[in-house]
C-alpha cells in the first residue's frame, strides 16, 4: 500500500478558470490519502501515478457518475495508447485479449479529437472508500502503462 501511495504525485501546473469543482466525495478521500492532484476544468480529478522504473501515468477520476438504478458508479482511466487512425486488428486483438485477464477494469476504444485512444477503465462505486479508490487508481495507471509500453515502447505520459 505504501509503495502504491508513494507513486502518485502531482501534476505540474495550476488550475486556471475552472468551470466546475470536483465531486466533494472524491477530493475527501484524495486529502485523507495525502495526494495531490488538479481539478480540470471538467470537474474531474488528474493525478499522475509513477508505475515503475522513472515511468509515469495520467489518471483521471471522473465527477460526473451515472445510475444502475441504485448503484452509482464512477470511472477512473487511463490512456494506454493513441492512433491518428483505426487501430490495426493485432492491436485491437491485443486489447480485448488483455481484457480476459484483469481482474478490475477494461480496455475501451474512443475517438478523442482527431485520434483514437484505447483508455483502461474501472468502473467502481461513487461512494468508494479510500482503499478501493487507491487500488482502482493503481489497476488502471498500471494496465495502460504497460500496455502503452508494450505497445508503442515510449512512455507518453
Known amino acids: 500500500m505504501a509503495i502504491m501511495l508513494a507513486g502518485l504525485t502531482t501534476c505540474a501546473g495550476a488550475q486556471v478558470g475552472a468551470l466546475k469543482t470536483g465531486d466533494p466525495r472524491v477530493e475527501k478521500l ?3 490519502a495525502d495526494l495531490k ?3 480540470d476544468k471538467d470537474g474531474d480529478f488528474r493525478l499522475v501515478n509513477e508505475t515503475k522504473s522513472d515511468r509515469r501515468q495520467i489518471a483521471f477520476i471522473l465527477s460526473n457518475t451515472s445510475k444502475l438504478r441504485s ?3 464512477r470511472e ?10 483505426p487501430f490495426s486488428a493485432s ?3 491485443r486489447l480485448l485479449e488483455q481484457n480476459s485477464k484483469v481482474k478490475l477494469g ?3 476504444v474512443r475517438k478523442m479529437g482527431e485520434d483514437y485512444v484505447a483508455v483502461f477503465v474501472a468502473q467502481i462505486a461513487a461512494d468508494t472508500d479510500k ?4 487500488l482502482s487508481l493503481h489497476a488502471v495507471t498500471t494496465t495502460a502503462d504497460e500496455m502503452e509500453e508494450e505497445l508503442t515502447g515510449k512512455d507518453d505520459l
Request: aromatic share 14%.
Open 37 to 39: 492532484y488538479r481539478v
Open 30 to 32: 484524495l486529502k485523507d
Open 91 to 93: 492491436v485491437s486483438n
Open 106 to 108: 477494461a480496455w475501451q
Open 131 to 134: 482503499l478501493s479508490l487507491l
Open 76 to 85: 477512473v482511466w487511463s490512456v494506454g495508447y493513441r492512433s491518428k487512425s
Open 71 to 73: 448503484l452509482e458508479i
